[in-house]
């Protein structure tokens, strides 16, 4: 019996996405190459609490990791828009990888040199995410663009399913020293094959600056100074920092129930409703309307509140698991239209640094979060908690309606070739534009050409969404 029309509609977008040139090969390793992300954490507190018995050192540890990321997010992605992104790749995971391999061979008596090793480590994480994000406009336009980021967003929703599970099972089979070294492996491998599929899809240059009237270019600035895009960044760490409470309140929960074991699978149905609503979102034929998405997203945190101690106390936590999977069904789809507006906002050839920015947010948000959160779950119990987690995704919803419908290219000027927003499904289309082709919006090195300093973007299907 052949499908439905949805099926054969949401199936239809898929692959259209995947028959692009290089699309396929290039999701797989930059995926391969983040796989680790998730999984670090684990291992290396594992081998730092068997080090000094102490998870408060084990903690700073993994934290130095991740300040050192957040710090060379943007140095990193701006690196990337002026170098070839296939050496920096390989440069900088062969740097990091011989941190891990230290860190996982450094003696015990020594424990008081992984912070500052870790630190240092953390500051060369190849950049995948931040050229995986910028290489997809040049490859993708219209609704495969925007497939291709709810794509991107459900599957990375998987790695930290995927990766945690593969660093416990290295530790429960051997130790920490082996988890932190494989870990190693699978990011000096994925950054190498990512490199690998840029410089065969002819992507790894960099890409040259939109021209304009011919004049002389425009004087480099801080992203930081237009409005918009800090306005953007402060609202993608609001919602981390809320949908990241979500997990700690699991870990809460459980504990006081007695079945700590059962936060693993918590979480794991909270990102399963993310990846179901990413795989979805990715099928829609409108604009995303990153505001209306925000509040989707706070409002499955708000439903669990009602749920939990001491408001009422449910006798298993398996009772909220149907709940917990339809608050996450909001998650995958708004970081697709961050991600996007990310994209759209910045100029063509500073997309790398804008989503250093945007990385550096993130994690910012959810180092902010967590401490936060595990106040107010000892003040007032693990509803306390979701509360907190709520109002800070309310507030990231209400951040967002400030951002305009506007032209593209941040600070430097408007981007040639990216028309303007089209509307979501059930409503009127502001202009029309050209049909939606599933072949490379832009090639590797676009012609010069386009619209100057300051004028009004072209009407389209792949312009900023509102």
């Known amino acids: 019996m052949p499908p439905a029309g949805p099926v054969r509609s949401a199936l239809g977008s898929y692959r259209r996405l995947f028959a692009v040139p290089h699309v396929p090969a290039l999701l797989f390793w930059s995926l391969f190459a983040r796989v680790h992300i998730g999984g670090l954490p684990i291992a290396v507190t594992f ?53 891990l391999a230290v860190l996982a061979l450094l003696p015990g008596a020594l424990w008081w040199a992984a912070l500052p090793l870790a630190l240092a480590t953390g ?13 997809w406009p040049r490859l993708t336009a219209g609704p495969t663009r925007q497939t291709m980021y709810a794509a991107e967003a459900t599957f990375q929703e998987l790695l930290f399913i995927v990766g945690p599970l593969l660093a416990a099972a290295v530790v429960g089979l051997t130790n920490g020293r082996a988890g932190v070294a494989v870990m190693a492996v699978l990011s000096v491998v994925g950054a190498s094959g990512f490199a690998w599929a840029l410089r065969r899809a002819g992507l790894s240059a960099p890409e040259p600056p939109a021209a304009g009237t011919g004049g002389p270019a425009p004087a480099r600035r801080s992203l930081l100074l237009d409005a918009q895009i800090l306005l953007i960044l402060v609202m993608s760490a609001l919602l981390v920092a809320g949908l990241g409470g979500v997990d700690l309140t699991s870990v809460a929960w459980s504990r006081e129930l007695g079945t700590p074991g059962y936060a693993g699978a918590l979480m794991a149905v909270y990102a399963a409703g993310s990846a179901v609503g990413g795989l979805l979102a990715g099928t829609f034929p409108g604009r995303p309307r990153l505001a209306r998405r925000a509040f989707a997203a706070a409002a499955g945190v708000v439903l669990l509140v009602p749920l939990l101690p001491p408001v009422l106390h449910l006798p298993s936590p398996w009772l909220i698991t149907p709940v917990l999977f339809a608050a996450g069904l909001g ?11 990310v994209g759209e906002m910045a100029p063509a050839h500073r997309r790398g640094e804008a989503y250093g920015w945007l990385s550096s947010a993130i994690t910012g948000g959810i180092s902010v979060a967590a401490p936060m959160t595990g106040w107010l779950i000892d003040l007032g119990g693990a509803a306390a908690g979701a509360a907190g987690a709520a109002a800070a995704a309310l507030v990231a919803a209400l951040v967002a309606l400030a951002l305009r419908r506007g032209a593209p290219g ?9 028309p303007a927003e089209r509307a ?15 072949g490379p919006a832009t090639p590797p090195r676009p012609a010069a050409g386009g619209p100057p300093t300051g004028a009004p973007p072209p009407t389209g299907p792949t312009g900023p969404a509102e």
């Open 424 to 438: 979501e499904p059930g409503e009127r289309a502001e202009a029309p534009g050209p049909p939606d082709s599933s």
């Open 410 to 418: 941040g600070p430097d000027g408007a981007q040639p070739g990216e």
């Open 331 to 341: 998650i995958a789809p708004t970081i697709a239209a961050v991600t996007e507006r």
């Open 123 to 135: 500051l060369f994480l190849p950049p995948a995410n931040q050229i995986a994000r910028a290489v």
């Open 47 to 99: 081998l730092v609490a068997g080090w000094t018995g102490s998870y408060a050192v084990a903690g700073l540890v993994a934290g130095g990791l991740t300040v050192g990321t957040a710090l060379a997010g943007p140095i990193r992605g701006r690196m990337s828009d002026l170098r070839a992104k296939d050496r920096l790749l390989t440069s900088s995971a062969l740097v990091y990888g011989a941190g």
